[in-house]
């Protein structure tokens, strides 16, 4: 069974950057993806960004020249550096990876204040 384990929310000013990471335990072998989406009430979880065993790296275009995915699904390690910060980023971050079928985190809360 794997185990997601995140760190890094909390709260921050506009403008500001959080880094948030994530370590899958328990895990048998290297992920084929590992990603980390984000909800807020009402909505269904959006991806956010993702590396691939590849290498390969996907971003939403709210994303792209902000965030930065970091880490290796080879290792089963990964973070995500949040700069330049806007109000609509809040929202719970949920790590995943997939490996026999999609594994997600707890989720950790991201608020940014005015």
């Known amino acids: 069974q794997v185990q997601l384990v995140e760190s890094g929310g909390g709260l921050v000013e506009a403008g500001g950057s959080l880094t948030l990471s994530c370590a899958a335990v328990g895990a048998a072998g290297s992920s084929e993806r590992l990603g980390w989406y984000r909800q807020v009430p009402g909505k269904g979880r959006e991806l956010v960004a993702s590396i691939a065993k590849s290498g390969e790296t996907n971003y939403a275009v709210s994303a792209e020249g902000r965030f930065f995915i970091s880490g290796s699904s080879k290792r089963n390690v990964i973070s995500l550096e949040m700069n330049s910060l806007k109000l609509e980023d809040t929202g719970v971050y949920y790590c995943?990876?997939?490996?026999?079928?999609?594994?997600w985190g707890q989720g950790t809360q991201v608020t940014v204040s005015p």
């Open positions: 995943s990876g997939r490996w026999d079928r999609d594994y």
